[in-house]
């Protein structure tokens, strides 16, 4: 799977499980890609936490405390990037 299908099908994934979490009396509501969640009211400290647990055990990835940056979990855009490169990172 090339690199930008692969962000694809992750941003379908953090979709899905942003609006059955964190937004389920709006599941018919649209978030673009870049909308920082944070800004938006979607995630919050507490929220990331579980978020984070739920990638980690989604895609068999351990994210270190040092990359808990906003620049990787700000929109689903940058999450499924960051996502995308420790797969391919893991892979290589």
Partial sequence: ????????????????????????????????SEENLFDCGILDSAGLISFIVYLEKKFGLTIPDEELLPENFASLQSISCYLARKKNNAGT
């Fill in 1 to 32: 799977m090339n690199t930008a299908d692969l962000k694809q099908e992750i941003e379908t994934i953090l979709w899905k499980y942003l609006r059955d979490n964190f937004l389920p009396r709006h599941a018919e509501a649209k978030l673009g």
